[in-house]
Each structure stands twice: as structure tokens, then as C-alpha cells.
């Protein structure tokens, strides 16, 4: 690829485009904030299960700080390859960097977990898991296995936030913009994380262990491959990442492995004494001039407050890891630009400084398997599985009974575009569209209902 032409304004709407002070990827970010499937994430579980009193991250809030985080990046990067005298930008290009970069990594940033589903990994594991479990199912007198063709069927068996995020943002649904959110190809490009189907994975490949786009959306990614000459990677359907994607990334990386520690803390999971020493620690193993270890343990041991405390060395660990990961962009930029790059910016931290090693340890052994993260991953998997048991078997069959056309009545109209297609794998699309884009809380209430637990 090319720092000259890896970038563009266009979209897949091909609409004209008005002149305003905004540019188009500034617009990208106004409207991915402003959209009804971003808004739902503010009642997702990101890892602690949604609090009554004290407050804990969730999707959006989470969503909102790597954007942050992102921008930084972006900016930072930006004004790093214009300076760059080994990185030869054509005026155009150079005005994008100074400008815009900063805008499509946010964007990027807010869009890149608006396709998981209710519960998250659960919520994933909950959909797959329930194709695979059901793939001998008798609907009509044939096997529910049977009505798919392969490639749909890796879908559906492996469902994908990541896969989903790109349908998300550009599907036509019933009654709305036949391009979604009319986002820019740049923008959508970095969050393809994966750029590969579900039947091209392979997971020792770091780009293609899991997958970034459904059958249903392989033409629009097709489009967004080719305008953007991405690499292909042994054949036609599978190709290098974005250089961007490894921004977004890294924002997203740098965010939950310190502020779920922060999280622990504030509800209390882990002592003041045991975040502030992980943290201090990663400082102190980042050994940057621009955050030094000394003068960041003087003023924390300044602040009274507990959480503040904690807060100001989240604040400070977050400035080190961005100031790394422009380092490691900056170090390895011929590598990403030419597709050759197969790790992550904060895996290669990692590698020189072991700076996350303790931190991710934590993370692991007493955050993400305590009780209360745990439970709800299990009330998750059944309330998604038992939702799928009620839907699908309605929508897919011919002759629909009463009750079937009354389970088909509670889908929006925004999902239904399809529900009476010819094609089954679309039909089914459109009950994972409408179960996989609800909230935990409506979710749950669904369930509650439908099973006369709650009338």
C-alpha cells in the first residue's frame, strides 16, 4: 500500500457529497455518536456486570475513552509521518495527516464494538454454539444444517462481533438508508481487524485468527478492498490489514487492560495498594522520559483521595502506552504500510519492556473469573440461546402457524426486510440483526416475557 492513496473520502453510497466545514471523516464520527445502534451500548456489560450505584465501565462508556485515546494516536502519527523525511507525501496526503487522520481512528474507535452482541463473548459463544448444537434439527422434514450452503454455515457457527460491526454499520435495514451509516471506506477499514471470511481463517495468523466480515456483507468488503488496494494474502479472499487498523487496536487494547484494573478497584475488587504498585510498575518498565517513574510517584503520593489517586496513574500508564505505540508504529511503518507487520503495536511493547505481563495476569486469574463476571456470562449464554430457540424456528419455516406469525410480529420492522426471502441465510440474518443488537437489560426482559416467567 501506498501513505499516499490508503485513504479516501468516498463512500459506498456514492451519494454527492455537500460542502460544509466538516469533512467527510468528521462526519464519519458525528454519525456513528448520533445512531441508535452506538447508543445501545451504553446497556452492554463490558466485563463487570451492570452496577446499581457505583458506576463501572460499560460498552459505550468504554467505546468513548478508546476513542479518545484513539485521537490522541492518530494526531500524534499524523504529524509523525509528515515530519518523516523517509515518508514522501503529496500535498493531499499531507493535509489528510494533519487533519483527518485523528477523525477516522476515533471513528474507528467508537464503531469497533457496536456489533457485539447482548453479554458480549458470551453473547457470541451463545449463537454459534447454538447452530452447532442444533445443526440436526428437523424444521420442514430437513436438517437446519442442511439449508445452508458452507460458507454461510462458518458463519453462523462462529458468529463474530467484528463481522458484525462491519453489517452493522452498512446494511440496509427495513425502513432506513440502503448504505447504513454512509460511513467512508477509510473509516470502515480500520476496523477490519480480520479481513478475511469466516471460511479463510486461520489462527496462527494474527490478522486471521478470527474473522471481519458475513457472506451477506462480502461484496461491500470486496469494495472497500479494492478501493483501497489492500494486500491480498494467498488468495483473492483474504488480505493484509489496513495500516490504520493497527491505531484502533491499540487504543482498544490500551484502554481495557488498564482501566478494568481501575474498574476492580473502584468497586472493590483489588486494594488501592495492589492497582497503584501494577501500575507504578508499568511506568517504571515503559522508562520514558516524557512520564518518569520518579516524578509520577511524587504527586501521587500527593493525592489523598483513593480513586483519584488511582485515576491519575490510570491517566498516567494510558499517556506512556500511547506514547509507546506511536514509538512502535513509527519504528515498524515500512512493515505495516507493506503488509508485512503480524503483530500489535502493544504485543510489541510487550516483547521489550514486559511492562503488561503482572497486569494481564491480574486481569485474568481475578477480574475476568470472579463470580459475579462469570455468572453473568452463564445467565448470558442460556437468555441468548433460548431467545434464538424461540425466533429462528419461526422465521425459517414455509408454513407458519399462528403462533409463528405472532413471534414474527415481535421482530422491528427495521429486521423483517428479509424475513419472507427465498433465501434462508438472509432470513436468518435479520433474527440475529434483531437478537444480537439488543441490550443486556432488553434482552433479559425478552426472555422473562416469552417464557412466562413475567406476564
Same mark, same amino acid.
Given at each position: 500500500?501506498?501513505?499516499?492513496?490508503?485513504?479516501?473520502?468516498?463512500?459506498?453510497?456514492?451519494? !454527492? @457529497?455537500?460542502?460544509?466545514?466538516?469533512?467527510?471523516?468528521?462526519?464519519?464520527?458525528?454519525?456513528?455518536?448520533?445512531?441508535?445502534?452506538? *447508543?445501545?451500548?451504553?446497556?452492554?456489560?463490558?466485563?463487570?456486570?451492570?452496577?446499581?450505584?457505583?458506576? @463501572?465501565?460499560?460498552?459505550?462508556?468504554?467505546?468513548? +475513552?478508546?476513542?479518545?485515546?484513539?485521537?490522541?494516536?492518530?494526531?500524534?502519527?499524523?504529524?509523525? $509521518?509528515?515530519?518523516? !523525511? #523517509?515518508?514522501?507525501?503529496?500535498?493531499? %496526503? +499531507?493535509?489528510?495527516?494533519? /487533519?483527518?487522520?485523528?477523525?477516522?481512528?476515533?471513528?474507528?474507535?467508537?464503531?469497533?464494538? &457496536?456489533?457485539?452482541?447482548?453479554?458480549?463473548?458470551?453473547?457470541?459463544?451463545?449463537?454459534?454454539?447454538?447452530?452447532?448444537?442444533?445443526?440436526?434439527?428437523? &424444521?420442514?422434514?430437513?436438517?437446519?444444517?442442511?439449508?445452508?450452503?458452507?460458507?454461510?454455515?462458518?458463519?453462523?457457527?462462529?458468529?463474530?462481533?467484528? %463481522?458484525?460491526?462491519?453489517?452493522?454499520?452498512?446494511?440496509?435495514?427495513?425502513?432506513?438508508?440502503?448504505?447504513?451509516?454512509?460511513?467512508?471506506?477509510?473509516?470502515?477499514?480500520?476496523?477490519?481487524?480480520?479481513?478475511?471470511?469466516?471460511?479463510?481463517?486461520? /489462527?496462527?495468523?494474527?490478522?486471521?485468527?478470527?474473522?471481519?466480515?458475513?457472506?451477506?456483507?462480502?461484496?461491500?468488503? #470486496?469494495?472497500?478492498?479494492?478501493?483501497?488496494?489492500?494486500?491480498?494474502?494467498?488468495?483473492?479472499?483474504?488480505?493484509?490489514?489496513?495500516?490504520?487498523?493497527?491505531?484502533?487496536?491499540?487504543?482498544?487494547?490500551?484502554?481495557?487492560?488498564?482501566?478494568?484494573?481501575?474498574?476492580?478497584?473502584?468497586?472493590?475488587? $483489588?486494594?488501592?495498594?495492589? @492497582?497503584?504498585?501494577?501500575?507504578?510498575?508499568?511506568?517504571?518498565?515503559?522508562?520514558?522520559? #516524557?512520564? *518518569?517513574?520518579?516524578?509520577?510517584?511524587?504527586?501521587?503520593?500527593? =493525592?489523598?483521595?483513593?480513586?483519584?489517586?488511582?485515576?491519575?496513574?490510570?491517566?498516567?500508564?494510558?499517556?506512556?502506552?500511547?506514547?509507546?505505540?506511536?514509538?512502535?508504529?513509527?519504528?515498524?511503518?515500512?512493515? =505495516?504500510? #507493506?503488509?508485512?507487520?503480524?503483530?500489535?503495536? @502493544?504485543?510489541?511493547?510487550?516483547?521489550?519492556?514486559?511492562?503488561?505481563? %503482572?497486569?494481564?495476569?491480574?486481569?485474568?486469574?481475578?477480574?475476568?473469573?470472579?463470580?459475579?463476571?462469570?455468572?453473568?456470562?452463564?445467565?448470558?449464554?442460556?437468555?441468548?440461546?433460548?431467545?434464538?430457540?424461540?425466533?429462528? !424456528?419461526?422465521? $425459517?419455516?414455509?408454513?407458519?402457524?399462528? $403462533?409463528?406469525?405472532? &413471534?414474527?410480529?415481535?421482530?422491528?420492522?427495521?429486521?423483517?426486510?428479509?424475513?419472507?426471502?427465498?433465501?434462508?441465510?438472509?432470513?436468518?440474518?435479520?433474527?440475529?440483526?434483531?437478537?444480537?443488537?439488543?441490550?443486556?437489560?432488553?434482552?433479559?426482559?425478552?426472555?422473562?416475557?416469552?417464557?412466562?416467567?413475567?406476564?
Amino acid at each position: 500500500m501506498n501513505w499516499n492513496s490508503c485513504f479516501t473520502g468516498e463512500s459506498l453510497s456514492n451519494s !454527492p @457529497v455537500k460542502k460544509d466545514s466538516r469533512s467527510n471523516f468528521q462526519k464519519d464520527y458525528d454519525r456513528i455518536i448520533f445512531s441508535s445502534s452506538f *447508543r445501545r451500548l451504553q446497556n452492554k456489560t463490558q466485563v463487570f456486570p451492570l452496577p446499581g450505584t457505583t458506576f @463501572v465501565h460499560n460498552r459505550l462508556t468504554h467505546s468513548l +475513552e478508546v476513542a479518545s485515546v484513539g485521537r490522541s494516536l492518530g494526531e500524534i502519527v499524523g504529524q509523525h $509521518l509528515i515530519e518523516d !523525511p #523517509e515518508v514522501e507525501l503529496d500535498n493531499h %496526503a +499531507e493535509a489528510f495527516y494533519a /487533519k483527518d487522520l485523528a477523525s477516522v481512528i476515533s471513528s474507528g474507535c467508537l464503531a469497533h464494538d &457496536i456489533g457485539n452482541p447482548a453479554f458480549g463473548h458470551s453473547g457470541e459463544e451463545a449463537i454459534s454454539n447454538y447452530f452447532v448444537e442444533n445443526a440436526e434439527a428437523n &424444521i420442514e422434514h430437513e436438517s437446519l444444517r442442511s439449508r445452508y450452503t458452507e460458507a454461510q454455515w462458518a458463519d453462523l457457527t462462529s458468529f463474530e462481533g467484528n %463481522a458484525n460491526a462491519l453489517r452493522v454499520l452498512t446494511q440496509h435495514f427495513g425502513g432506513k438508508s440502503e448504505s447504513g451509516l454512509g460511513l467512508t471506506l477509510t473509516t470502515l477499514a480500520s476496523i477490519l481487524k480480520y479481513p478475511c471470511s469466516s471460511s479463510d481463517r486461520d /489462527k496462527k495468523i494474527k490478522h486471521r485468527k478470527k474473522y471481519g466480515f458475513f457472506q451477506s456483507e462480502k461484496a461491500i468488503f #470486496e469494495s472497500i478492498a479494492e478501493r483501497l488496494e489492500f494486500i491480498p494474502d494467498g488468495d483473492q479472499a483474504t488480505f493484509k490489514r489496513h495500516p490504520f487498523v493497527y491505531l484502533v487496536e491499540a487504543a482498544d487494547d490500551i484502554c481495557y487492560n488498564i482501566i478494568d484494573m481501575e474498574d476492580a478497584h473502584r468497586i472493590g475488587l $483489588l486494594s488501592k495498594e495492589r @492497582v497503584s504498585s501494577v501500575f507504578l510498575d508499568l511506568i517504571k518498565k515503559l522508562d520514558l522520559e #516524557e512520564v *518518569r517513574h520518579d516524578q509520577v510517584v511524587s504527586t501521587f503520593e500527593r =493525592i489523598i483521595d483513593e480513586n483519584e489517586s488511582i485515576a491519575y496513574l490510570r491517566a498516567k500508564c494510558i499517556s506512556a502506552l500511547v506514547i509507546a505505540s506511536v514509538q512502535e508504529f513509527m519504528n515498524n511503518k515500512v512493515a =505495516i504500510i #507493506e503488509g508485512n507487520f503480524d503483530s500489535s503495536l @502493544v504485543n510489541e511493547i510487550e516483547n521489550k519492556s514486559n511492562a503488561l505481563e %503482572a497486569l494481564e495476569r491480574i486481569s485474568y486469574e481475578e477480574i475476568y473469573r470472579h463470580p459475579s463476571v462469570l455468572e453473568i456470562e452463564v445467565a448470558g449464554f442460556h437468555v441468548m440461546s433460548e431467545l434464538l430457540n424461540i425466533f429462528l !424456528p419461526a422465521v $425459517l419455516k414455509s408454513n407458519r402457524s399462528s $403462533l409463528d406469525k405472532t &413471534i414474527i410480529a415481535l421482530i422491528p420492522k427495521q429486521f423483517q426486510n428479509h424475513i419472507n426471502d427465498q433465501n434462508l441465510y438472509l432470513r436468518t440474518m435479520n433474527v440475529l440483526d434483531h437478537i444480537s443488537g439488543m441490550t443486556d437489560a432488553y434482552a433479559m426482559e425478552m426472555y422473562r416475557k416469552l417464557k412466562g416467567i413475567e406476564i
